[in-house]
């Protein structure tokens, strides 16, 4: 090795041991800080007491038996509501047109005109509106249906 290299190698060892004697030298002095203080809290806490289990419900009862089905006693055949005459009870809103009379003074049509509805038209002339129809099988949906202009018979011994 040359001359300069060792110097310098001592140079470097000394240094190196040099530290770490100061470190020791100076571990040794210092005080590790004192732990720090632990506050340690008791909640005492009541202990639970079990609910007892109710008791299994009893089963329920089961359902009466329902009394057994009787039908109905027959109904008496109804009279049938008697067909007849129209009779004019005069003009009432929905049915304000003026009716024809046949040469005895008889109903015998009428010309539906502006705000008609059939079901007035039967109430004005007494009638069901369901004889109304039958006497007037051209008139379609149940009388929903009557136009300005359409000539309705009142006379209950005719079909139009």
Do not use: H
């Amino acid at each position: 090795m040359k001359p300069f290299a060792c110097r310098r190698a001592r140079t470097l060892i000394g240094t190196a041991i040099g530290a770490m004697l100061v470190t020791v030298c100076l571990s040794a002095c210092v005080q590790e800080p004192p732990a720090p203080a632990v506050t340690i809290v008791v909640t005492e806490t009541a202990t639970p007491t079990p609910t007892p289990t109710p008791p299994p419900a009893a089963a329920p009862a089961p359902p009466p038996e329902p009394a057994p089905l009787v039908p109905n006693a027959p109904a008496a055949p109804k009279e049938p509501i008697p067909e007849g005459p129209a009779d004019d009870t005069g003009a009432i809103p929905g049915a304000t047109g003026a009716p024809t009379r046949d040469a005895d003074g008889n109903l015998s049509t009428y010309t539906v005109v502006s705000g008609d509805a059939f079901f007035e038209i039967a109430q004005r002339f007494d009638l069901p509106q369901q004889q109304l129809l039958r006497m007037n099988p051209s008139i379609p949906g149940l009388g929903l249906e009557i136009y300005i202009g359409d000539v309705i018979n009142l006379d209950w011994t005719k079909t139009k």
